[in-house]
């Protein structure tokens, strides 16, 4: 009853800059808190910056003073502007969403993971 879709992945040189979006569709009620992590290959995934409702930021150190993490409530979409990127960003970037959804009158809450857009820096 509810989609996550990020968009905005590709292949940068080092020092470029992406955005990533991710929009959430369904059977909304509210978004919570979302994250966006991301996950190498032969890596665990990893956190990379939370926001919550009311749009409070946490970034990993890694990612601080280059990444920033913003949300558009009206429309369910979250944007991370990732600039000054190095090789070592290279990663698939996962959105995650904790949504308030509704089925049959009921109300329900549970996280949500999008497919994944692949971030490729290159040196």
């Known amino acids: 009853q509810v989609r996550l879709v990020e968009s905005g992945g590709g292949l940068v040189q080092a020092g470029g800059s992406l955005r990533l979006s991710c929009a959430a569709s369904?059977?909304?009620?509210?978004?919570?808190?979302m994250g966006w992590y991301r996950q190498a290959p032969g890596k665990q995934r990893e956190l990379v910056a939370t926001?919550?409702?009311?749009?409070?930021?946490a970034y990993a150190d890694s990612v601080k003073g280059r990444f920033t993490f913003s949300r558009d409530n009206d429309k369910n979409t979250v944007y991370l502007q990732m600039n000054s990127l190095k090789p070592e960003d290279t990663s698939v970037y996962y959105c995650n969403a904790d949504v308030t959804y509704y089925s049959n009158r009921v109300y329900y809450k549970r996280d949500y993971w999008g497919q994944g857009t692949q971030v490729t820096v290159s040196s």
């Open positions: 926001i919550t409702s009311g749009g409070s930021t």
């Open positions: 369904g059977s909304i009620f509210s978004v919570n808190a």
